[in-house]
């Protein structure tokens, strides 16, 4: 993990990435500067250094970026658990966790032959696994 730095007009902000973020922001940071010089250059030819406007979007903005890469970081770390913990099940509960998300539970209940308060229970346990896993980890 990587400090970066940024001051967003009010405070500096710090926080962590991975180096790979830090590269691309990095990389990102010379694209803008080139543009914005581009931008200064041909303004100049045009007599209009006054009017110079550089745009910020959330598309660049710094702030965004880290966040964003944060946030789909952290989308990776819990989808990551939750494989994890749908791998500590049986089987059959894998299944029925996988059907419910494709199927109502009167179609899963005709699949395994069950009645459909049944795979409702399974499902009830199912979640409550998982969140036990969760919980410890």
Do not use: W
């Not at 803008?32 to 250094?49: E, S, T, W």
Request: proline share 1%.
């Amino acid at each position: 993990m990587v400090k970066r730095k940024y001051f967003n007009g009010k405070v500096n902000i710090e926080v962590q990435v991975t180096k790979e973020v830090s590269e691309e922001i990095t990389k990102m940071d010379r694209e803008y500067d080139v543009q914005r010089q581009q931008a200064k250059r041909y303004c100049m030819q045009d007599d209009c250094l006054e009017e110079i406007v550089v745009h910020e979007s959330n598309d660049y903005n710094p702030e965004y970026l880290i966040l964003n890469e944060i946030e789909i970081q952290e989308k990776e770390m819990l989808l990551n658990k939750l494989q994890a913990a749908i791998k500590k099940l049986t089987p059959e509960q894998q299944k029925t966790i996988r059907l419910s998300q494709e199927m109502k539970s009167a179609d899963i209940a005709e699949y395994f032959g069950v009645s459909r308060q049944a795979v409702e229970q399974r499902i009830q346990v199912i979640l409550k696994k998982l969140r036990k896993y969760f919980k410890r980890n």
